[in-house]
């Protein structure tokens, strides 16, 4: 079995949380309150850049020069693939260019830059693994369950459904497998671990926006 296969099975139960949380399912039936979105779109940008950074540190560490070039790649990709569509919706919606991260959001973003800088390469490769799949896969789900085009959010929705980030999604897991094949054991089990951690951050993302989430002090 290969590790993303293993990395898959381990989060299932994570994953099927995420696909019934109030947040997902009334985006896909395009019930899910704008005030929600918009705290979501504010928080996805900050996260955005910050996952930026991440995949620049992980590149920069790495000694192949494929994966060197594959996650500097990455690092292009997630800014300019969102930035545009985030634009449109900020200046649609009216938002502010500065946000604060919430609780959820910093404690996510510090955490995949804290393993891209301190863990091993393989480790910080599957810390940052769940954003691109269980995006990808939370994204085919709901643009499955469309019906017609009538929901608000259908342009986000496309996108995450495209066959570009389709193909940036299987090379990282490609990747992120070839990295495992090469480790010892005790590396396996803390990519895995890792893997299932920032999956639990993905869901908390969701959770935050849904609740918008704000410091209490």
Not at 29 to 41: H, Q, R
Not at 76 to 95: N, Q
Request: glycine share 4%; net charge negative.
């Amino acid at each position: 079995m290969k590790w993303s296969e293993q990395a898959w099975e381990s989060v299932k139960p994570i994953y099927n949380k995420i696909l019934t949380m109030p947040f997902n399912t009334e985006l896909s039936n395009g019930t899910l309150p704008k005030e929600k979105f918009i705290f979501y779109l504010a928080q996805d940008a900050y996260y955005l850049l910050e996952f930026g950074r991440t995949l620049s540190t992980i590149s920069g560490r790495m000694q192949d020069a494929e994966l060197v070039m594959a996650f500097a790649g990455f690092s292009t990709g997630a800014i300019f693939a969102e930035r545009s569509l985030h634009e449109s919706y900020f200046v649609e919606f009216g938002l502010p260019n500065k946000v604060e991260p919430s609780p959820a959001t910093l404690l996510y973003t510090n955490y995949i830059l804290s393993e891209a800088a301190y863990a091993s390469v393989e480790v910080a490769a599957a810390a940052v693994l769940p954003c691109f799949w269980i995006y990808k896969a939370v994204g085919d789900h709901i643009f499955a369950q469309q019906n017609g085009d009538q929901n608000p959010y259908k342009r986000w929705i496309d996108m995450y459904a495209g066959l570009e980030f389709a193909a940036a999604v299987e090379k990282a897991i490609t990747i992120t497998d070839q990295l495992a094949e090469g480790a010892n054991a005790a590396t396996q089990q803390k990519m895995l671990s890792a893997f299932e951690m920032a999956t639990r951050l993905e869901w908390m993302f969701w959770d935050s926006a849904y609740e918008l989430e704000k410091w209490k002090i």
